[in-house]
């Protein structure tokens, strides 16, 4: 399979049940930051797929926000939902993230969610979710993904106060990327709204250049 492979599948076998990583963070493991693609070309020719002791838990990788592999090899992606069910990950729907709990260190620690319900259906049919009032729900997490569109989440300005935002919502930073908190920099859809990759990671190297500048100065 080639020694690209070999690494993938040896970092793989290492993820125990009830846990799932993402192509990204294989990538990294394995000392390839930028082939999470090429982790996915390479658990699709796994050669031992499945939970058995030996196996190759190819099941257990995701994408960096949360969906199941479109292409996953051995079933689709149904199919690699309900073996991380049966391995105790459990899904949440009609949960809503209200706020993130860090510890003395300032890393997340918990996640309080509301729960929602749907509500009746407007002029279309559509039914959208709606709050239960009181009803919310705290757990522990070591890691929090969050993907909900090409706008800010909500929590993030409001969790650090002097964030200085676009019209739009998105933050807005100079030309160098940097934000109105001078340690912070963005770019990509939290800066532009939905845009291309290619502008994303455009602004990852300025971003990056911007700030080699700068701790290099001090």
């Keep these: 399979m080639g020694a690209f492979a070999d690494r993938v599948f040896a970092v793989v076998k290492q993820i125990p049940r009830g846990k799932v990583a993402t192509y990204g ?16 070309y390479a658990l699709r020719a796994n050669p ?15 994408f960096k926000d949360g969906r199941m592999a ?3 090899a051995f079933g ?17 729907t009609l949960h809503n993230p209200i706020e993130y709990i860090a510890d003395e260190k300032g890393r997340v620690k918990q996640v309080v969610l509301q729960k929602m319900e749907l509500g009746e259906p407007d002029a279309s049919g ?6 239960i009032p009181g009803a919310t729900e705290t757990i522990d997490i070591d890691m929090a993904i969050v993907s909900v569109g090409v706008s800010p989440n909500p929590i993030v300005p409001s969790s ?17 990327m940097q934000s109105s908190i001078p340690t912070i920099y963005a770019g990509g859809d939290i800066v532009r709204g939905g845009a291309t990759v290619i502008l994303a990671m455009g602004d990852g190297r300025k971003a990056a250049a911007s700030m080699h500048a700068q701790l290099s100065s001090k």
Aim: hydrophobic content about 35%; proline content about 9%.
């Design 70 to 72: 479109t292409g996953f």
């Design 126 to 131: 559509r039914r959208s979710p709606i709050a």
């Design 160 to 176: 650090i106060p002097g964030l200085e935002l676009g019209r739009k919502g998105t933050i807005a930073v100079n030309e160098n």
């Design 48 to 62: 031992s797929p499945g939970t058995e002791p030996g196996s190759i838990p190819c099941h257990r990788i995701v």
């Design 25 to 40: 963070q294989i990538a990294r493991i394995i000392g390839a930051p930028r082939a999470a693609r090429y982790v996915g």
């Design 76 to 92: 689709g992606p149904e199919i690699q939902q309900q073996m991380l069910k049966e391995e105790g990950v459990e899904f949440l």
